[in-house]
Structures are given as structure tokens and as C-alpha cells.
């Protein structure tokens, strides 16, 4: 008989269930990648009704992957079909036995695989925790059926109470059972990365300090804080992207080779070269926050005079630094990493660029070669070089080998969500935070975090849709 498997999305009612998580289901319901006995058990304490659910749901599912419209609308029925709603106290036992009640109610089961995909401000991570295991519902041998629980970053705001979460989520989930998602690791090119370093003969001999200058690693958005100020003023841009997603980035990039693509050697790999990474002080830090050009006709607002955000808010918006890879591969490499919004462009993308020519015998100035994998707003992976412009004079121009995702390849690309969502019914882990990565890449942050806090450093203002603040980063000591 097949296993059923109840998805119980806690906070159900918002932007991240509504939004991603639903839509990646249902791709993945809509190519039969989910078990045939799968259904969704929307929680959140918003008072709404099946029908209510489902009509929310509806508005953000696409049918990528069945657009054809008789076989879009049967797909849309069948999943709406399998998604209920309950509403419920995030921190009592008392509200997930009712899910419990009407998964029983509903499949006429009360067995089954249980994942809780945990979609709620990070406020409320130990009491839904808490409250899962008080309630009964988290299996403790996991071989007849499975409970897996998937938390989204931030995972605490600096080391100590990121430990303490891993901690307090240990006494209810095994390590096992939990899967921390960074969505950046589930984008096609973040994947690929992998494949392009180790599967590709020309890379690796060149992938180190003797010929790679320096590695830039860049996180740009265009948009404004907008309604996420509440959350983003307690964090700021080093927790809310540089810790999570651009060390992800930075550990792909430098790591050694595993012994083999299970999530054990992938993941020792990742958690080694984070801990080579010199941990950040303050001179390595550019900080910035956005403000509004004086009488911008646009009404672009100031990050101060956001809703929510404290008129002398000293959280950064925009952050960059150099950060030192301390082992034989990278000695002397500056990466230099960068993130910020409202700025002039979107944008995240790794460049490679290499050392120059040893002896240029042409005369004009070379540029370097650089290598660019790109994740927004097109996936790409190019490499520009130097060639000789066609006509009658020797002319040099650079030029890129070009590889971009939407003309190459002819298939969807799969949002990160659906591939993270897969991994986690199919057990595979991967792709996701162990609690000792989880640390490594805190450590990098922590000291200069509080910092930061105890000397009350100002960041510099740059315009909204502007580069950011003048100081760039240097390449760093
Ligand atoms: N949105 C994204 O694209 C995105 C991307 C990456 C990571 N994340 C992370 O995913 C998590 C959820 O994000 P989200 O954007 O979906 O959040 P959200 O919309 O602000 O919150 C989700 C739901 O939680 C409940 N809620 C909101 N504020 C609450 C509070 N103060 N106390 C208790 N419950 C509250 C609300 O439901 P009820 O009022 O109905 O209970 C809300 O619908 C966060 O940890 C976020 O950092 C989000």
C-alpha cells in the first residue's frame, strides 16, 4: 500500500506559502513527482475555510508545466482538491491534534509521512516546534513512516542564538528530520555549479591563486524594503543575505572536490572551506542604506521613513566585503562580496576573473578574462575573452562565450522551490544547512555583528537606484 504523505504548511495564510511554496507544489503534483497519496494541510491562526484556502491558492498557481488549458484546469482541480485548511495557535499541542483530526477526518488514516514546512516569521519557529512534538506527531523511528520538518533562514541572528535554535529544534526534531532551506541552493545554476567545476577537464587546473585574480560575488535588487521592513529592521543586509545566501555562493565556488555527490561529502566539503574563511572585521566592511533623491518625483521613500523602521535606524540596506579564503588554494584571493537594495540594477552573479597575460605582445591594454555564472535576472554561464575584431587592422575586443539558460536549453527551468521541495519527500539532504555549516558561516559574521551593534556604526547613505555608497570595497588587506 502506498504511504500518504500530509504537507502541514504552518502559516499558510502568507506571502512565502502563497507565493512559492503552493505554486512549487503543485509543479510538482502537476508532473506526478509527489507521492499519489499527497495532500496539503494549510495551517495559520487566520480564520479560513477550505474553499477560502483554496481560492487563494489558486491565484498564484501557474501551470508551467501543463499549459495546455483542458489539461491546466484538470491539474488545478485535482490539487485544490487535496488542499485544506486549519486554523490554529502556532504554540498549542492542542492546535496541531486538530490537524492531526483532520488529516484522520480527511484521508481516513492517521498514519502516513508528516512534513511541516514551517512558512511563519522566525518569532514563532520554537513555539511551532514545541508545540509539534508536545502534540504527539513527530515519529520517533522513522522506517515504517517519516516526519521531516523544513525551516527557512534566518536560523538565529548571530552564532549564539542560531545555536540555541539548533538546540531547542534538537530536542523535538533528529538532525535528520530537519532540513534548513537556503532557496539559493535549489536555483538551477547554484546547482550546476557543481557540475561545471568537477564534470568539466579545463576548470579545475586553473580553479586556484595561480591563475584567478579575484572572485566577486554580487547580490543586487532594485526593490525597495517595501513591507518587509518589520522583519528586515532587526536583521539587516549582512544576516539577511551576505551570512546565508552569498557564503552558500562562496562555499560552492572555493570548496575542494567531495569524494562523491551524497550530502555527506558535499556538505564536509562546504563546512571546511567556511571555516578558512578569515572571519570579517570591520575594516573589510562597506555599509550603506538607501535614501530618497530630495524631491523624487517617483515618491521613493528613505529606508528611515519606511513603515516600521525607527526614524534613526542604523540597519545596513547595502553591504560589501573582502573576505580571505585561508588555505593553499586561494591564498591571496580576494573575495569580495556585495549585496544591497533599492540599487541600481538586479543582479546576483559569481565572476571568476583570471590574472592577466604574463606578457602581452599586442600592444593595446588586455582585460582579463572572467568566467560569470549568473542567477538573476537571466541564468547564464559566459566567459569573456579577448579576440581579434574582424577587419583589415589588428583590433582587439572582448567578447563573450555565451551561455544563456532560456535559449539553450528547451525544457522549464524548475523554480528552486521545487527542486528543494523534491529533495526533501525524496530524503535527500544535500541541498540543505547542516547545523555545523549553519555555525561556520556565522562565525564569519559574529564578531564583526556585534561590533557593529556595540560601536553603533553608522552606515553611509547612498541614493535609492544608485550603485551604492561611494566607498567601495577594496580588494581588502
Ligand atoms: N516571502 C519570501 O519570499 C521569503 C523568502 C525567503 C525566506 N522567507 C522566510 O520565510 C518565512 C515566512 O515568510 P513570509 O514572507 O511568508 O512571512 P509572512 O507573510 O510575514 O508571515 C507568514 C504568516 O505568519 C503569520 N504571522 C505573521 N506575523 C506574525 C507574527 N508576528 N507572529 C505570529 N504569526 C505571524 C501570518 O499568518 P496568520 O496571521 O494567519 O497566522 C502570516 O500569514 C520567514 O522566516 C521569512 O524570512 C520568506
New binding site residues.
Partial sequence: MVTPLNIIL???????????VLPALFSLFAQKLLPAEVRIFGF???P?TDAEFRRRTAEHLMCRYTPEAHECATMTEQFLARCHYV?GE?GKAESFLDVAERIQQVTGRWDGDRLFY????????LDVARAIGNSGLVTCDDTESWTRIV????FGHDRASSDELVAEFGKVFTNEQTYR?D?YLGKEVIQNLLVLRFANRIFEPIWNRDFIRQVRIVWKETLDIGN?A??FDGFGIIR?VMQNHLMQMLALTAMERPDSLAATPIRDEKVQVLHAVRPVELEDLVLGQYVAPVGDSAGRKSYRQETGVAPDSRTPTYASAVLRVNNSRWKGVPFIVECGKALDEQLAEICIQFHDVPHNIFGDALAANELVIRIQPDEAIFLRVVNKAPGLKMRLETTELNLRYRTAFTGVIPEAYESLLLDVVAGERSLFIRADELAASWDIFDRVLHEIDDRKIIPEPYLQGSRGPNQKTGTGK
Avoid at 504552518?10 to 512559492?20: I, M, N, P
Avoid at 514551517?118 to 519557529?125: C, I, K, Y
Wanted: aromatic content about 8%; overall charge positive.
Fill in positions: 504552518v502559516g499558510a495564510s502568507g506571502d512565502l506559502a502563497q507565493r512559492k495559520a491562526r487566520t479560513l486554523t502556532y514551517l512558512a511563519t516569521p522566525p518569532s514563532v519557529f525551516i527557512e533562514k534566518p532551506i532557496h518587509r518589520g522583519y539577511d
